[in-house]
């Protein structure tokens, strides 16, 4: 059972660069979602899809794009990144009418 | 709009001792409460949820009560072992948050558990 797979899992990024994370989810659910994950501050969302086709800005949404490419894939771009955005990123998703958000294993990436 | 207070950790126990970890939110309505545990180097896991007020969630030894009086659903554990060494996440999605639902969370507890 594969559930919410991301790639990559670790990443070192010089300032400047840009990167895609992919994140894939074969449950056929609906919502899929990107979160940070930092030290003291829980999950802050990043962005999500209520469904293929359409995106939405989360809570902290600056510095990075989103594409909901169909209903599996939802990646996320850093296009130039910065050492604020070093942290540990999660994607997740949602069945329409589900209760319940799953979350893929995480990314860790680190700006330098 | 919605957010969730957590005790604050780290929170270290002995084998076999009792644990409480303290969760507290505001959120207009009534909303879904869930924790969630993350173990080293792993994603977030769905450890147990309650959906409506006096609904109690339980898995795995865990317990966590929806109290609508004191708007709270604090995780409790009445013998905690090694394995349980992890960061609990307690989080709600409202009513009102939008098309997808999403979820608010705490900041996270670090429990150790030494043996």
């Known amino acids: 059972n594969a559930g919410v797979t991301q790639t990559p899992k670790f990443q070192v990024l010089k300032t400047g660069q840009s990167m895609t994370l992919q994140c894939a989810q074969d449950?056929?659910?609906?919502?899929m979602y990107w979160y940070r994950q930092d030290p003291g501050m829980g999950l802050r969302l990043i962005y999500y899809s209520a469904s293929e086709g359409t995106t939405d800005k989360g809570e902290v949404p600056n510095g990075y794009n989103v594409s909901r490419l169909n209903k599996r894939e939802f990646s996320l771009r850093l296009e130039s990144a910065a050492p604020s955005q070093t942290s540990v990123y999660f994607c997740?998703?949602?069945?329409?009418?589900?209760?319940?958000?799953?979350f893929g294993e995480g990314s860790w990436l680190t700006v330098v | 709009g919605n957010s969730v207070t957590q005790m604050e950790g780290p929170v270290t126990l002995s084998e076999e001792a009792f644990l409480t970890i303290n969760c507290t939110y505001t959120?207009?309505?009534?909303?879904?409460l869930f924790w969630y545990v993350q173990y080293p180097g792993e994603g977030l896991q769905l450890l147990l949820k309650a959906t409506k007020a006096d609904d109690k969630g339980s898995n795995k030894g865990f317990e966590a009560t929806y109290r609508k009086e004191t708007t709270s659903f604090h995780l409790e554990k009445g013998s905690v072992q090694v394995s349980d060494s992890a960061v609990y996440f307690c989080a709600l999605r409202g009513l009102s948050s939008g098309s997808a639902r999403q979820l608010t969370f705490g900041s996270g507890t670090q429990l150790t558990v030494l043996p």
């Open positions: 997740a998703s949602r069945s329409w009418s589900g209760n319940t958000i799953y």
């Open positions: 449950m056929n659910h609906n919502s």
């Open positions: 959120a207009t309505g009534y909303p879904s």
